[in-house]
């Protein structure tokens, strides 16, 4: 067995790149006042995957811009997610679509070795943001960080985007907008009414970032039970807080993972396509079983003394009282010094600041499927109901056709696609998918430059002398002599 060694490795990725030959020409046609085939918002692993099998597509003018500072900051791993491993198996397809040299195993393996890829179980959390790293620089995928999308608006030749780049407004103009936007790009954060009391200096959301050191000494209160509720307790615990509380609405924690039932390829490729009542009772049936945390964020924390778990415990009611937050569960009272809250997010076109202004024209999930009445959730009801790249559809047919031009790559897509969309498991289905629903729109859109462009005079590769000497020719008969 070889030892391990990444140059060796980032030889064979670029010589693996190099003989898929050399990226297709651009073929879409450009449009007056338009500055991008292609805007992806989101930079992280989605982002960098799309805009390269895009490139490869032979879709230009594709640009990729994050609101992050730089590539260190920019996604979740290094920053509001605080698990030590990804959730997900280690032998999922990423970014590496069919390419393996890209992979991240074959990365791994080159700086560490095969066995000690075989003897982890799950990829460790920063590893994964270092290969990210090491795939975007492989792939050439440059990354405009400083930008953030604050508007999108519609005109007769595709869509307006209002930008703020580093401070300053900017308007630039794009055919496609793939919003690669995590949870957040969802709708927004879920922080619920009866925290509504407490003043930002004693409660943040766990997708905000948290001083933990800050904690130490001090009584820590965590509202919620699935995996980031797990993680930041770990942290504060791990930071040296006096004392962690997690609270849950739930009698006993969710162990039960229910997404595994369908953990197979038939139901993975061909789930988009099922009939809406089966995808709807999927996504419920994930939502009343509840977000289950890996056993061993579980184990992260049970080993601290100072940890307690809190079951069949919903807040009654919470106030701020002389510098600490009052927690009231049922008859009984808590002080604490901070509060996390570890509820997730609400999914809602109407809350993206991208979105607001139109977010009536989007078909949602209740305008399409009618669930008899004990399968009624309010809150699925709100999700986009999405075409099969992921598009928009209007609710009213004519009223909004541009709204086709923006694709949904967040877990907004929950229940169109079976599985939380964004992360690692969406890759080897929904990248191609997005990505060939660009690519057929652009060039039907364009369908009268590409008719003129199929009927080009083509100049001859060869003429008549090349073939002359071979030609046929019988001999003189004798009546002819």
């Known amino acids: 067995m070889r030892d391990p060694n990444p140059n060796t490795h980032d030889l064979w990725a670029r010589e693996s790149l190099r003989l898929l030959g050399p990226d297709p020409g651009n073929w879409v046609p450009d449009r007056p006042g338009i500055d991008h085939n292609v805007l992806i918002v989101g930079g992280g692993h989605t982002g960098v995957a799309l805009a390269y099998g895009l490139r490869r597509a032979g879709v230009g003018r594709v640009s990729v811009i994050d609101q992050a500072d730089g590539p260190k900051t920019a996604g979740v791993w290094r920053s ?97 907008v793939v919003l690669a936007t995590g949870f957040l790009g969802g709708g927004s954060v879920y922080v619920p009414p009866v925290l509504s009391k407490l003043p930002a200096t004693h409660l943040q959301h766990t997708s905000q970032q948290i001083d933990f050191a800050a904690l130490s000494g001090k009584r820590v209160a965590v509202v919620g039970a699935a995996a980031s509720a797990f993680d930041a307790a770990a942290v504060a615990l791990e ?33 988009p396509r099922l009939p809406d009542a089966i995808r709807w009772q999927q996504a419920l049936r994930y939502r009343r079983s509840g977000t289950t945390a890996p056993a061993d964020s579980i184990e992260r924390v049970v080993i601290f003394p100072n940890f307690h778990v809190h079951l069949d415990s919903p807040l009654t009611s919470a106030e701020f009282e002389q510098g600490q937050a009052l927690l009231v569960v049922g008859n009984d009272t808590f002080r604490f010094d901070f509060v996390i809250a ?106 009268d430059a590409h008719k003129i462009r199929f009927n080009t005079t083509i100049t001859p590769d060869f003429d008549e002398h090349l073939y002359a000497s071979a030609i046929w020719r019988p001999a003189p008969s004798e009546a002819a002599e």
Request: glycine share 8%; net charge neutral.
């Open 80 to 176: 509001v997610a605080r698990m030590h491993k990804l959730r997900t198996l280690k032998n999922l397809v990423g970014p590496e679509g069919s390419n393996p040299a890209l992979s991240f195993q074959a990365w791994y393996e080159a700086r560490h070795g095969r066995d000690a890829y075989a003897a982890i179980d799950r990829i460790a959390r920063i590893d994964w943001a270092d290969y990210v790293d090491w795939y975007r620089g492989i792939v050439g995928v440059e990354v405009r960080y400083g930008t953030t999308l604050s508007r999108i608006v519609p005109q007769e030749s595709g869509l307006r985007l209002e930008l703020i780049a580093n401070g300053k407004v900017q308007s630039e103009t794009a055919r496609k």
């Open 239 to 271: 930071e040296g807080a006096a004392a962690v509380h997690l609270f849950s609405r739930r009698r006993a924690l969710a162990a039960t993972a229910v997404n595994k039932a369908r953990a197979y390829p038939g139901a993975y490729d061909h789930f």
């Open 342 to 447: 570890a509820t997730g997010y609400a999914v809602d076109p109407a809350l993206r600041p991208e979105l607001a202004g139109f977010s009536d024209h989007i078909l949602r999930w209740r305008d399409r499927y009618a669930p008899p009445e004990s399968e009624r959730d309010d809150e699925l009801g709100r999700y986009p109901y999405l075409g099969p790249g992921l598009e928009l559809r209007e609710l009213t047919p004519g009223a909004a056709p541009w709204l086709k031009d923006i694709h949904i790559y967040n877990p907004a897509a929950f229940i169109d696609r079976g599985i939380p969309v964004g992360d690692v498991p969406s890759m080897r289905r929904d990248l191609p998918a997005v990505a060939a629903r660009i690519s057929e729109d652009l060039f039907l859109a364009d369908l």
